[in-house]
């Protein structure tokens, strides 16, 4: 009978010690969890969450479970992209939602305020030209940030890699330059807190399904009050897009955003990469490269195919013009984003005129049955727009985005 006690608790003991050991598992878990959700400044954003319902009542606390699932455990196969601030990952919540989920580097401790801060300012942000940050997860050892996903590649692939599903048109290549400028324009005059990006370039403006742009990866950018800069001691960006007065300084400014983009308009206007690869007699960089054919009168020798075929010369001279200024080595001399989002958008208001009255005869002028594909409300409205008013710019007929002005933290 001995034996058979002992034959029956063996198994009740090796149970016994299993449920010991998951029940100890998860409570470490669970412990691991607050801890880096306290570590990561989640307890610091509850409060700002809490303190600012109004404005940010949409951005969401995800468990660390929720994106596990919504990823299949970070599985490689749904990797977006990767980059010098992490990995994002295409992912879909429980609710049927298509999200990118980004797992960033570790946060500075000494830096959480700061980074909570921006969250929840970036939270604020609703403007159809910048990707909406959904809401983040603090729990793991690296905070990860949720944004609406989309879907059609960058910038970048339609002007180097030319896919052939979809060619690129000088039409859509300027109305995305207009988009861009626009939400940099509204970045920078947002209320009483200007946001910069500091990481403009191709790669970094998404297309969505309507190949719309959308502005992306706001890893390195900074919230400035009125009448600010930003120093410091690394400088960030990307290489051949950096502005030079940036580089030598450490002093991050609007018109470092407003050089950034100047290198993405000249991109657009040659088909090039920020930095060539070529023989030594010639300059590697493209900015040098475009600024020495511009002086010489060789414009239209450097020009893409695409630009020059469909493009009216005056088109092109005023675009280049606008670059050149973008690219000014003194950054007082470079045009504010304000200034580049209406001459943009003058050029493409022209353009949209020019061809509703060739279409004059097809299309009902009349009864003001207008096409959006030949005139959009925002292309006629823009400069008014922001001449009126640069703290509340507007591309969509109704409110395009609202953000708190009450300063945060």
């Given amino acids: 009978m001995n034996g058979l006690d002992g034959c029956g608790l063996g198994p009740l003991f090796l149970i016994g010690i299993w449920g010991l050991y998951k029940f100890t598992k998860k409570r470490r878990e669970i412990k691991s969890k607050q801890k880096f ?4 400044g989640g307890l610091l954003l509850q409060q700002e969450l809490s303190s600012n319902k109004s404005s940010v009542e949409k951005t969401k606390l995800f468990t660390s479970k929720d994106l596990e699932k919504a990823t299949d455990n970070y599985n490689a196969n749904r ?18 939602r298509i999200v990118a989920v980004k797992k960033s580097k570790l946060v500075d401790e000494n830096n959480v305020e700061q980074f909570i801060n921006e969250v929840v300012i970036l ?16 729990e793991t050892e690296v905070p990860l940030l949720v944004y609406e996903f989309v879907p059609n590649g960058t910038l970048y692939q339609y002007i180097h890699n030319h896919i052939e599903e979809f ?36 790669a970094n403006i998404l297309l969505d399904d309507k190949y719309r742009a959308k502005v992306s990866d706001f890893g390195t950018s900074r919230s400035i009050t009125v009448d600010q800069t930003h120093l410091t001691t690394k400088v960030q960006g990307t290489f051949g897009y950096v502005d030079p007065e940036y580089f030598q300084s450490s002093q991050f400014t609007e018109k470092s955003d407003v050089y950034s983009f100047g290198v993405v308009l000249v991109e657009i206007l040659t088909g090039q990469k920020p930095i060539r ?12 490269y475009f600024l020495q054919a511009m002086n010489e009168n060789r414009l239209f020798e450097v020009l893409d195919a695409v630009v020059l075929k469909e493009a009216e010369r005056e ?12 690219l000014n080595l003194n950054g007082k001399n470079r045009p504010t984003m304000k200034e580049v989002a209406f001459e943009l958008g003058g050029i493409r208001a022209s353009i949209g005129a020019s061809i509703l009255q060739q279409n004059c005869g097809v299309i009902d002028c009349v009864n003001g049955d207008i096409s959006e594909h030949y005139l959009e409300s925002d292309l006629v409205s823009m400069g008014t727009s922001i001449l009126n008013n640069s703290a509340a710019f507007s591309i969509d007929a109704g409110p395009a985005f609202s953000i708190d002005a009450r300063p945060l933290l």
């Avoid at 977006?80 to 049927?96: E, F, I, W």
């Avoid at 939270?123 to 603090?138: A, D, F, M």
Wanted: charged share 20%; hydrophobic share 45%.
């Fill in 37 to 40: 959700f306290k570590r990561n």
């Fill in 79 to 96: 990797i977006l992209g990767q980059g010098g601030q992490g990995t994002v990952y295409k992912g879909m919540l429980a609710d049927g």
């Fill in 123 to 138: 939270s604020q942000i609703n403007h159809r030209n910048i990707v909406k940050l959904l809401g983040c997860c603090l």
């Fill in 167 to 202: 060619p690129i048109t000088w039409e859509l290549l300027l109305r995305i330059a207009v988009e861009v400028s626009g939400a940099l324009f509204y970045l920078h005059s947002a209320a009483s807190i200007s946001i910069y990006h500091r990481d403009i370039k191709s």
């Fill in 277 to 288: 690869a070529i023989n030594i007699d010639e300059d590697r960089s493209l900015v040098g």
């Fill in 315 to 326: 088109e092109i001279m005023t675009v280049a013009t606008l670059a050149k200024r973008c």
